[in-house]
């Protein structure tokens, strides 16, 4: 099995800057492609920022320039720098990633979620 705890978010004032952090744990033989996703009330999950298999990064139109994803390997680690943060950043946000595992193949995992609230 893989474990994933994020951690980072909480109450940011509008210009504010947070770093969220997603930590892989488990059975892990390599991790392909990565993610950070975000959702509020009764609205779907929507991408914010990705790491595909190949190394490409793809940023939602409404983050770029702001947030950066990145990845530590040898920490199995994923982050999300956000920067100049706004209002409509407030959602809960997920990391996803896409594992081999030592014992059951490739699987999809879903961290926990954690919430930024964006306000004065």
């Known amino acids: 099995q893989v474990q994933l705890v994020e951690s980072g978010g909480g109450l940011v004032q509008p210009g504010g800057s947070l770093r969220l952090s997603c930590a892989a744990s488990?059975?892990?033989?390599?991790?392909?492609?990565v993610g950070w996703y975000r959702q509020v009330p009764e609205k779907e999950r929507e991408l914010v920022a990705a790491i595909a298999s190949d190394g490409d990064i793809n940023y939602a139109d409404s983050v770029k320039g702001r947030f950066t994803i990145s990845r530590d390997n040898a920490k199995n680690t994923v982050y999300l720098q956000m920067n100049s943060l706004k209002p409509e950043d407030t959602a809960v946000y997920y990391c996803r990633v896409v594992v081999l595992t030592t014992t059951h193949g490739t699987g999809d995992y879903w961290g926990q979620g954690t919430q930024v609230t964006v306000s004065s």
């Open positions: 488990g059975s892990i033989e390599s991790i392909s492609s």
